[in-house]
């Protein structure tokens, strides 16, 4: 009978490991399909996603001379989580670091404000750029220290100590350029300035990703699915320059001991052949580890080497503005190419003239000789041509009018759409300014502005934009927007002047003259004819400037140059020279005038300019 | 001859099944785990799949050896197959090497092997036979000694190997024993006593204010109250004590609180002192209405507040350091995830990272790459869920089910209580393998070594739980012999 009772007791028994049983399958349930956490455990876990950074894309000369190419550097990161039993002091001495060195690094990672997105799981820069030498020891023993990784990457070398403001530089991407762009993460390098910058989105290539698995121990066990998931980096696009690195290198040479720039134009394409600012720096200094030291060094330096002067500094263009001016005026009916004025030497008034030649004075001879009376009064007619109005309306309407023709020159605006990162704009005064300056519309007069009138005064133009005046003239009314990319979709940007095409032989003849009769005489090459036009600008700080613009040769021509050296004096003793050595090296193809060149080259004007 | 053809008609087929399934998804699975990328024959015998083939082999030659023994030798050789493995327990102990402090395997040639896993087995047919002796009661004071000395002895000699995990399977037999006619009580006091523990444990840590007592003394002492509250407004039905002892409960408590504001008072003392209070309460109703219901409730009372008092010294003086850390972590006290709670956390991340469907057959990652330890002995379940994810692992939990209430069923037909005993014996066996093992790896169970039976890597196991196994269906068998 006590059986038949204890025998109910077996659905006791499968009820408690049903009800077991049941829970644990909940239990299943909940972790396999409820919660994600876990999944996000197994993959920090196994998974190491390894960046391919992809080569970055080679730089050319006009020529297809190699200029910039990659060299193999290495960065050492570290998974903070990772780290353990870490023996500090062999792992110091094998990266040749000090101990405090390393404690500063460490918490520099860890500190959230300084690295963005910092995470105890994911590989954090902890030293950068290093050389093969550099980690030549810790390479064998790597295996000693866990949490710690090699990750290989590209440093940029050149062939070329040259043209550094040009190809700019590749530095650790700021915190600014990580927030915007999702592409970079902490401890990546970009293109900081030049053409590295404005070229980085096709320069950098694309970025692969390499998924290993990793074991318990972190020993890498191979590629997970066979590499099926990983992303393959592409390299970057190569980019072929505009400019003649061999035009390039004597600009640079004959620029030494000098504070100025060059910058050289085809005026047919608007391909820029040379760029150059003094002082100069050797490109490879900022590469590497060295780099954030001689950075500092150059950042400190009075003479500013890291300024690009060609693009950057703007400087009142004196005479060498004289052939725009002529152009504007013939161009508003001022003045025709038949228009005489008088001077009267340096008693001319309001302005002096700095030459001593007959009177009156035609315009061809006025380009010529640089005479300050005759565009004075060519300045004068042309903007009081209607005379002044009613509260000086007329007058200002033609101030307007002038300013949009000297505009149309490429001057006093950036060129916007030029792959030039760094441009000042440069300055052409406007009515506005000058109401505001005069405090009212009729508080000033052609005379008041007379210094408008030799590019002195308000105008200040950067000697990428006196060059480009110059191919406007060149090309007798038009420009295509200056810049370093030999691209053929970079040709198509054409700027009309507003000056008609009639009125530019006058001026050429002019400009010509400067070489045949005028200040340039010197400069002068056999079998090459040139056009040109030298500036002497007065300047708060020393001597005047030596300006020296123009093009050649004059039928077809191939070559637009700006010269400025700073605080050196006359624009015919230092700036002509430098322009005709460079045509001669462009179109010649050689330098025959060898004891000029040396003449030039050993010219210092500032004793502070170093060579680096 | 003859007799052979007996087997094929009598054999529970069903079972030997759900037996050749699970020790097939568990070689699968041993492949699984241990399969490193340079991929390996699931037969290369230098691999674990491949010994483990060797040893599926060999247990299934030994399991239909095993049908082909006369039933009745079972039962007569009950006490000798008890006798020789406890000395060889006894023997292991003094000459087993020692593999990383335990003492329990015995080393012959290429070849290890676990005794305790046949101590089992051993244990199992010692008690069928002593329980279906004749006149034997389980009430019977003089017939519980020997029982708990069966019992006793191998589990001893096995803490003695330093195999805690596998000593406490014995307690597997509380079920078996349940069936056979033990108070019911006892199972419920069991769980009562692990809720107390886990409760005092828990909470031990947490101060109601500091030096006023802990809230896992007050909790507890709570739990005793409401049992006893429980008992008398729903069992015995005295509802007018039962609300007297929750009023009295009640005011002490709030006289308490408000005493608090003068006085510190040590909360731990006024709860012993409310639970001594309710025994002293149910004594008198005992005496002045002669119920004789409460003599047990008070006992059981008293012993849970000694129980509750010298829990905390026995978790810090009986258990090991590591012991201690294990439930500690399971209890969600510590949360080392790189020592103690590594283990469990990783074997969680393993299965919880296999989803619904799994990542598929050999491409679990989380085993694959070491991350989870032991992963082809007793996280093998791990494997199942990563790689096979929740409905894989579902469907194994189910064969053990199916296996399980084909085994009461199989139990519950047979005519001789040895056969009986012995079948619910060797449920019970695997069931408390099967809830330790899979509630360690989810992480609901504290980490006691024991392997998953028939699934995880090892001859020891494999074979021990296949003869317990194979005995019975012999024995089940027999019934249709009988029968002609
Ligand atoms: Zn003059």
Same mark, same amino acid.
């Given at each position: 009978?006590?059986?038949?009772?204890?025998?109910?007791?077996?659905?006791?028994?499968?009820?408690?490991?049903?009800?077991?049983?049941?829970?644990?399958?909940?239990?299943?349930?909940?972790?396999?399909?409820?919660?994600?956490?876990?999944?996000?455990?197994?993959?920090?876990?196994?998974?190491?996603?390894?960046?391919?950074?992809?080569?970055?894309?080679?730089?050319?000369?006009?020529?297809?001379?190699?200029?910039?190419?990659?060299?193999?550097?290495?960065?050492?990161?570290?998974?903070?989580?990772?780290?353990?039993?870490?023996?500090?002091?062999?792992?110091?001495?094998?990266?040749?670091?000090?101990?405090?060195?390393?404690?500063?690094?460490?918490?520099?990672?860890?500190?959230?404000?300084?690295?963005?997105?910092?995470?105890?799981?994911?590989?954090?820069?902890?030293?950068?750029?290093?050389?093969?030498?550099?980690?030549?020891?810790?390479?064998?023993?790597?295996?000693?220290?866990?949490?710690?990784?090699?990750?290989?990457?590209?440093?940029?070398?050149?062939?070329?100590?040259?043209?550094?403001?040009?190809?700019?530089?590749?530095?650790?991407?700021?915190?600014?350029?990580?927030?915007?762009?999702?592409?970079?993460?902490?401890?990546?390098?970009?293109?900081?300035?030049?053409?590295?910058?404005?070229?980085?989105?096709?320069?950098?290539?694309?970025?692969?990703?390499?998924?290993?698995?990793?074991?318990?121990?972190?020993?890498?066990?191979?590629?997970?699915?066979?590499?099926?998931?990983?992303?393959?980096?592409?390299?970057?696009?190569?980019?072929?320059?505009?400019?003649?690195?061999?035009?390039?290198?004597?600009?640079?040479?004959?620029?030494?001991?000098?504070?100025?720039?060059?910058?050289?134009?085809?005026?047919?394409?608007?391909?820029?052949?040379?760029?150059?600012?003094?002082?100069?720096?050797?490109?490879?200094?900022?590469?590497?580890?060295?780099?954030?030291?001689?950075?500092?060094?150059?950042?400190?330096?009075?003479?500013?080497?890291?300024?690009?002067?060609?693009?950057?500094?703007?400087?009142?263009?004196?005479?060498?503005?004289?052939?725009?001016?002529?152009?504007?005026?013939?161009?508003?009916?001022?003045?025709?190419?038949?228009?005489?004025?008088?001077?009267?030497?340096?008693?001319?008034?309001?302005?002096?003239?700095?030459?001593?030649?007959?009177?009156?004075?035609?315009?061809?001879?006025?380009?010529?000789?640089?005479?300050?009376?005759?565009?004075?009064?060519?300045?004068?007619?042309?903007?009081?041509?209607?005379?002044?109005?009613?509260?000086?309306?007329?007058?200002?309407?033609?101030?307007?009018?002038?300013?949009?023709?000297?505009?149309?020159?490429?001057?006093?605006?950036?060129?916007?759409?030029?792959?030039?990162?760094?441009?000042?704009?440069?300055?052409?005064?406007?009515?506005?300014?000058?109401?505001?300056?005069?405090?009212?519309?009729?508080?000033?007069?052609?005379?008041?502005?007379?210094?408008?009138?030799?590019?002195?005064?308000?105008?200040?133009?950067?000697?990428?934009?006196?060059?480009?005046?110059?191919?406007?003239?060149?090309?007798?009314?038009?420009?295509?927007?200056?810049?370093?990319?030999?691209?053929?979709?970079?040709?198509?940007?054409?700027?009309?002047?507003?000056?008609?095409?009639?009125?530019?032989?006058?001026?050429?003849?002019?400009?010509?003259?400067?070489?045949?009769?005028?200040?340039?005489?010197?400069?002068?090459?056999?079998?090459?004819?040139?056009?040109?036009?030298?500036?002497?600008?007065?300047?708060?700080?020393?001597?005047?400037?030596?300006?020296?613009?123009?093009?050649?040769?004059?039928?077809?021509?191939?070559?637009?140059?700006?010269?400025?050296?700073?605080?050196?004096?006359?624009?015919?003793?230092?700036?002509?020279?430098?322009?005709?050595?460079?045509?001669?090296?462009?179109?010649?193809?050689?330098?025959?005038?060898?004891?000029?060149?040396?003449?030039?080259?050993?010219?210092?004007?500032?004793?502070?300019?170093?060579?680096? | 001859?003859?007799?052979?053809?007996?087997?094929?008609?009598?054999?529970?087929?069903?079972?030997?099944?759900?037996?050749?399934?699970?020790?097939?998804?568990?070689?699968?699975?041993?492949?699984?785990?241990?399969?490193?990328?340079?991929?390996?024959?699931?037969?290369?015998?230098?691999?674990?799949?491949?010994?483990?083939?060797?040893?599926?082999?060999?247990?299934?030659?030994?399991?239909?050896?095993?049908?082909?023994?006369? @039933? +009745?030798?079972? #039962?007569?050789?009950?006490? $000798?197959?008890? *006798?020789? %493995?406890? =000395? &060889?327990?006894? !023997?292991? /102990?003094?000459?087993?090497?020692?593999?990383?402090?335990?003492?329990?395997?015995?080393?012959?040639?290429?070849?290890?092997?676990?005794?305790?896993?046949?101590?089992?087995?051993?244990?199992?047919?010692?008690?069928?036979?002593?329980?279906?002796?004749?006149? @034997? +009661?389980?009430? #019977?004071?003089?017939?519980? $000694?020997?029982? *708990?000395? %069966?019992? =006793? &002895?191998?589990? !001893?000699? /096995?803490?003695?190997?330093?195999?805690?995990?596998?000593?406490?399977?014995?307690?597997?037999?509380?079920?078996?024993?349940?069936?056979?006619?033990?108070?019911?009580?006892?199972?419920?006091?069991?769980?009562?006593?692990?809720?107390?523990?886990?409760?005092?444990?828990?909470?031990?840590?947490?101060?109601?204010?500091?030096?006023?007592?802990?809230?896992?003394?007050?909790?507890?002492?709570?739990?005793?109250?409401?049992?006893?509250?429980?008992?008398?407004?729903?069992?015995?039905?005295?509802?007018?004590?039962?609300?007297?002892?929750?009023?009295?409960?009640?005011?002490?408590?709030?006289?308490?609180?408000?005493?608090?504001?003068?006085?510190?008072?040590?909360?731990?003392?006024?709860?012993?002192?409310?639970?001594?209070?309710?025994?002293?309460?149910?004594?008198?109703?005992?005496?002045?209405?002669?119920?004789?219901?409460?003599?047990?409730?008070?006992?059981?009372?008293?012993?849970?507040?000694?129980?509750?008092?010298?829990?905390?010294?026995?978790?810090?003086?009986?258990?090991?350091?590591?012991?201690?850390?294990?439930?500690?972590?399971?209890?969600?006290?510590?949360?080392?995830?790189?020592?103690?709670?590594?283990?469990?956390?990783?074997?969680?991340?393993?299965?919880?990272?296999?989803?619904?469907?799994?990542?598929?057959?050999?491409?679990?990652?989380?085993?694959?790459?070491?991350?989870?330890?032991?992963?082809?002995?007793?996280?093998?379940?791990?494997?199942?869920?990563?790689?096979?994810?929740?409905?894989?692992?579902?469907?194994?939990?189910?064969?053990?089910?199916?296996?399980?209430?084909?085994?009461?069923?199989?139990?519950?037909?047979?005519?001789?209580?040895?056969?009986?005993?012995?079948?619910?014996?060797?449920?019970?066996?695997?069931?408390?393998?099967?809830?330790?093992?899979?509630?360690?790896?989810?992480?609901?169970?504290?980490?006691?070594?024991?392997?998953?039976?028939?699934?995880?890597?090892?001859?020891?196991?494999?074979?021990?739980?296949?003869?317990?196994?194979?005995?019975?269906?012999?024995?089940?068998?027999?019934?249709?012999?009988?029968?002609?």
């Amino acid at each position: 009978m006590i059986n038949d009772t204890l025998q109910n007791r077996r659905y006791v028994i499968a009820i408690i490991m049903s009800v077991v049983i049941v829970v644990y399958i909940l239990r299943l349930f909940s972790i396999q399909i409820i919660e994600t956490k876990y999944k996000e455990g197994a993959e920090s876990n196994a998974f190491l996603r390894k960046t391919q950074f992809p080569p970055r894309g080679l730089i050319y000369d006009r020529n297809h001379t190699l200029l910039v190419y990659n060299k193999p550097a290495y960065d050492i990161t570290c998974i903070m989580r990772e780290i353990h039993d870490l023996d500090t002091l062999s792992f110091c001495r094998a990266l040749n670091i000090d101990k405090k060195f390393f404690i500063n690094r460490i918490a520099e990672i860890k500190d959230r404000k300084k690295n963005l997105g910092y995470s105890s799981y994911t590989p954090q820069v902890f030293m950068t750029q290093l050389d093969i030498e550099d980690i030549a020891t810790i390479q064998q023993s790597m295996y000693k220290y866990p949490g710690f990784f090699i990750q290989n990457r590209t440093l940029r070398d050149y062939a070329f100590p040259n043209a550094a403001h040009v190809l700019g530089n590749i530095g650790e991407v700021s915190k600014r350029r990580i927030e915007n762009d999702e592409y970079y993460k902490p401890g990546d390098y970009a293109g900081r300035d030049g053409i590295e910058y404005t070229y980085e989105n096709t320069l950098r290539g694309v970025k692969g990703v390499e998924i290993l698995l990793r074991d318990a121990k972190g020993r890498i066990k191979g590629k997970y699915k066979n590499g099926e998931k990983d992303i393959l980096p592409i390299a970057g696009e190569n980019l072929t320059l505009t400019l003649d690195i061999q035009l390039q290198i004597l600009g640079e040479k004959l620029m030494s001991g000098k504070v100025g720039s060059i910058v050289a134009i085809e005026p047919s394409t608007g391909e820029i052949l040379a760029m150059v600012s003094n002082p100069a720096f050797n490109p490879s200094i900022l590469v590497g580890r060295q780099r954030s030291k001689n950075y500092i060094v150059l950042l400190n330096d009075p003479t500013k080497p890291l300024m690009n002067r060609a693009t950057q500094a703007q400087y009142s263009p004196g005479s060498s503005f004289k052939p725009i001016q002529a152009l504007v005026c013939q161009q508003m009916g001022g003045i025709t190419e038949k228009t005489i004025f008088s001077c009267n030497g340096p008693e001319s008034s309001p302005v002096k003239c700095t030459h001593h030649h007959g009177s009156p004075v035609s315009l061809l001879n006025a380009i010529e000789q640089s005479c300050n009376p005759y565009f004075w009064n060519a300045f004068r007619t042309t903007i009081e041509k209607d005379g002044y109005g009613v509260k000086n309306n007329i007058f200002r309407n033609n101030y307007d009018v002038w300013v949009d023709n000297v505009k149309s020159f490429g001057l006093g605006e950036k060129f916007t759409d030029s792959d030039i990162y760094e441009q000042s704009r440069g300055y052409i005064p406007t009515q506005k300014y000058y109401n505001k300056v005069y405090r009212s519309e009729t508080g000033w007069r052609a005379i008041t502005i007379r210094s408008n009138s030799i590019g002195q005064g308000e105008i200040l133009a950067t000697p990428l934009q006196l060059a480009n005046a110059m191919s406007v003239i060149a090309n007798m009314g038009y420009y295509i927007t200056p810049h370093l990319n030999k691209s053929d979709s970079m040709k198509t940007k054409v700027h009309r002047s507003k000056v008609d095409e009639k009125y530019f032989p006058i001026v050429v003849e002019g400009m010509s003259r400067v070489f045949e009769f005028g200040t340039a005489r010197l400069s002068k090459i056999e079998g090459i004819d040139m056009c040109g036009k030298t500036g002497t600008v007065q300047n708060s700080r020393g001597k005047d400037h030596s300006i020296f613009v123009g093009f050649a040769p004059r039928e077809n021509p191939k070559i637009a140059i700006a010269v400025v050296v700073e605080n050196a004096g006359f624009g015919s003793t230092y700036a002509a020279p430098v322009f005709s050595l460079l045509v001669e090296q462009y179109i010649k193809g050689k330098i025959e005038r060898l004891e000029l060149q040396d003449r030039v080259t050993n010219i210092v004007t500032n004793t502070n300019v170093k060579e680096r | 001859m003859s007799k052979n053809v007996s087997i094929k008609y009598a054999l529970d087929w069903t079972t030997v099944f759900f037996y050749v399934a699970l020790v097939f998804m568990g070689w699968i699975s041993i492949y699984g785990a241990s399969y490193e990328f340079d991929q390996s024959s699931i037969f290369d015998w230098n691999q674990r799949a491949g010994k483990q083939f060797v040893w599926i082999l060999t247990a299934f030659v030994l399991g239909g050896m095993l049908l082909l023994v006369d @039933y +009745k030798m079972y #039962n007569f050789f009950a006490y $000798i197959i008890y *006798a020789a %493995i406890m =000395l &060889l327990l006894i !023997v292991t /102990i003094f000459i087993a090497p020692d593999i990383k402090g335990s003492r329990s395997w015995l080393v012959l040639g290429p070849i290890s092997f676990q005794p305790a896993e046949l101590a089992k087995m051993a244990t199992a047919l010692a008690l069928s036979k002593f329980m279906s002796s004749y006149n @034997y +009661k389980l009430k #019977n004071w003089k017939d519980l $000694i020997p029982l *708990a000395l %069966i019992v =006793l &002895l191998p589990f !001893v000699l /096995i803490v003695l190997q330093k195999e805690t995990g596998s000593a406490l399977v014995f307690a597997a037999f509380l079920l078996m024993f349940y069936r056979e006619g033990m108070n019911g009580i006892i199972l419920l006091l069991t769980l009562f006593a692990v809720l107390l523990f886990v409760i005092v444990i828990r909470f031990s840590i947490i101060p109601i204010q500091v030096d006023q007592g802990t809230l896992g003394i007050v909790l507890s002492m709570g739990l005793i109250l409401l049992v006893q509250f429980v008992y008398a407004f729903f069992v015995t039905k005295h509802r007018k004590e039962a609300s007297f002892l929750l009023l009295g409960t009640l005011g002490l408590t709030l006289i308490s609180i408000v005493l608090n504001i003068w006085f510190k008072v040590n909360f731990d003392y006024v709860a012993l002192f409310v639970v001594i209070a309710s025994c002293i309460y149910w004594i008198f109703v005992e005496l002045f209405n002669r119920f004789k219901k409460y003599w047990m409730l008070v006992l059981i009372s008293i012993g849970s507040v000694v129980f509750c008092f010298s829990s905390d010294y026995l978790f810090d003086k009986v258990l090991e350091p590591h012991q201690q850390i294990r439930i500690k972590v399971l209890l969600n006290m510590e949360n080392d995830l790189t020592g103690a709670g590594y283990n469990v956390n990783q074997s969680k991340i393993a299965i919880g990272s296999g989803g619904f469907w799994g990542k598929g057959f050999l491409n679990g990652t989380q085993t694959k790459l070491n991350y989870v330890p032991e992963q082809d002995t007793d996280f093998i379940f791990c494997t199942v869920g990563e790689e096979h994810g929740f409905w894989g692992s579902t469907l194994v939990l189910v064969v053990y089910w199916l296996l399980l209430m084909r085994l009461l069923r199989i139990a519950e037909r047979q005519r001789e209580t040895f056969n009986r005993v012995y079948a619910y014996c060797v449920a019970s066996i695997l069931f408390f393998h099967l809830m330790i093992n899979v509630g360690m790896v989810l992480g609901i169970m504290p980490v006691i070594g024991i392997p998953l039976p028939f699934f995880s890597y090892g001859g020891s196991s494999l074979w021990g739980f296949t003869i317990m196994l194979f005995i019975l269906l012999r024995l089940d068998a027999s019934r249709l012999e009988r029968m002609r």
